[in-house]
């Protein structure tokens, strides 16, 4: 697992914008399929999907303001609708027009709004359990929200490192199925990034702490004008996201395809269990005009 860990021998690259020095693995040849990741992740989360479609696809896997190696501007403004700028941003720089987005968590708040700023650019829409309509901040996420409103919620974070039994222990059973799927290599994986500089730790607990859902239900009308395939697989058990919002998604999407419903998946499953994502995002992709 040490190798996986490692994405500097698998195509990481940096890209200059007006939003900072954004880092992504870009490995692959083929349909360009751009991956966002969600709250404390980073490319890595799409290790599964870039090992398994690299082969047929670029595979682009960018790191978030405030996450991974991503080098924000000081103080950047690191909301969704900033986050949705970014990509465009990088993805002009790298010349990609058009392209397949893939999503999870706050990823697919960020995607929702790329689909509705660039329609014309978003071929396809892949989503797993994430941020829909008005339902943020879940309410299960009240206490992380308070953390990092005061400004701690990083730092808690960065304590998983020296105790990673406490993430299984607290944060680990509510995003995965298996609270031991988080070793310690894979925290180190994710958070240290985080928490490697005060800047960054202050970015973190500014994207965690103030979002606001005004900001997906102020596109709600755009949403639901898109003529854009969708796929939806969703974890039934996420405390998160609870499958009631697969479906106001479906609802809303005039293109998507039913939901599929996984009965003991959580928030992380395209991570801790890929090949029951890459199935039918596969499937999905073969049957695209």
């Known amino acids: 697992m040490t190798k996986e860990l490692d994405f500097s ?33 980073s490319a890595f989360f799409w290790r599964g999907q870039l090992s398994a479609f690299k082969s047929t696809r670029r595979c682009i896997a960018v790191d978030l303001m405030a996450h991974g190696y991503t080098e924000a501007l000081p103080d950047a403004d690191v909301s969704f609708r900033q986050q949705a700028k970014m990509i465009l941003a990088v ?7 058009k392209f397949d987005l ?27 359990n994430c941020d829909v309509h008005d339902n943020w901040p879940p309410t299960t996420l009240n206490e992380i929200r308070d953390a990092a409103q005061t400004g701690v919620f990083a730092d808690q974070m960065g304590a998983f490192l020296k105790a990673p039994e406490k993430f299984a222990e607290t944060m680990g059973k509510l995003v995965y199925e298996d609270p031991k799927f988080a070793t ?14 005060q800047e960054r730790k ?5 994207y965690v702490g103030f979002q606001d859902h005004s900001q997906l239900v102020v596109i709600e009308d755009d949403l639901r004008k898109l003529e854009i395939p969708a796929l939806i697989v969703w974890g039934a058990k996420d405390p998160f996201f609870p499958i009631e919002w ?39 992709w073969e049957n695209l005009s």
């Open 9 to 41: 021998a698998h195509g990481r690259r940096y890209v200059d914008t007006e939003y900072g020095r954004t880092a992504m693995v870009d490995i692959g040849a083929g349909y360009p399929t751009v991956f966002l990741h969600g709250v404390g992740q």
């Open 91 to 97: 993805l002009d720089q790298i010349g990609i027009e």
């Open 102 to 128: 893939v999503l999870n968590d706050s990823g697919g708040a960020i995607g929702q709004i790329i689909a509705v700023a660039a329609p014309d650019r978003v071929r396809s829409l892949a989503f797993s």
């Open 184 to 197: 310690p290599e894979l925290l180190k994986a994710n958070i240290s990034p985080l928490v490697s500089s």
């Open 202 to 206: 202050d970015a973190f607990n500014r």
């Open 246 to 284: 697969a479906h106001w998604l479906h609802d809303a999407l005039p293109k998507a395809e039913p939901v599929i419903e996984l009965d003991s998946a959580m928030l992380f499953f395209p991570e801790e269990r890929p090949a029951d994502f890459n199935r039918p995002l596969q499937a999905f």
